[in-house]
Nanobody, 121 residues
């Protein structure tokens, strides 16, 4: 499966963005969003189960970000509110292929190309 992430851009602190991740085919697998800031390792942001009934967030985004999915459109979303400069990063979506640790990059496969989010102060 191929993933296409979009929706990034430049926004002021306190603003909002909605990222989209479209899969090339229907998938019922759980998925996640990760981000990578310059000179930092890729880190977990959010997870959603295949049905959308279960979600998980990194503490740094809890209460500000919401992950959702529309399986009819093969799309996973990340609604980001009250953005902060420290949210600046390239955001990636991925399909979860293994089940050792939901927040580990090693659990995921089929990474999208990433979309850049820049939050100005």
């Amino acid at each position: 499966v191929q993933l296409q992430a979009s929706g990034g851009g430049l926004v002021q602190a306190g603003g909002s963005l909605r990222l989209s991740c479209v899969a090339s085919r229907r998938t019922s697998q759980s998925m996640g969003w990760f981000r990578q800031a310059p000179r930092k390792e890729r880190e977990f942001v959010a997870f959603i189960s295949g049905s959308g009934g279960s979600t998980l967030y990194a503490d740094s985004v809890k209460g500000r970000f919401t992950i959702s999915r529309d399986n009819a459109r093969n799309t996973v979303y990340l609604q980001m509110n009250n953005l902060k400069p420290e949210d600046t990063a390239v955001y990636y979506c991925a399909v979860r292929a293994w089940f050792y640790s939901v927040s580990s990059v090693n659990d995921y496969d089929y990474w999208g190309q990433g979309t850049l989010v820049t939050v100005s102060s």
